[in-house]
């Protein structure tokens, strides 16, 4: 019977793929999120914290591996870091960008909402904060 529930659960191989290397997290999810919504700014931390509602821990670990993922640029604003989602005109960057743009399509739906969480409880970090 698990078998039938992963093939259920497949998703495309290129999502799939976007899914295991950045949204790997429910924390990653909803920062990907936000940064799809939010392009070509900067946010400082504690400003992701607030907006997020996430503790500083959790979101900081995250936000560190997106960064060292070539997803998100970082840079320092005082002692803060500050983040941004810009993955420019190189044929990588389009490559991102348009990935991002099917995920976040598929997590529009409710059963490419359940596919992402499946996989996620399935191979994804442990749940936290």
Known sequence: MDENIADIMKMDEAIESFVERYANSFVKWEVIQFYHDHPDTWYRLDELVKGLNRSLKSLKNEMQELEESM????????????????????????????????FIAICQEREGRLRVVYKLLKDGKPICE
């Open 71 to 102: 997803f998100l640029k970082e840079k320092k604003v005082g002692k803060t870091p500050a983040y941004q989602y810009e993955p420019g005109d190189s044929q990588a960057g389009k490559e991102l960008k348009n990935t991002v743009d099917q």
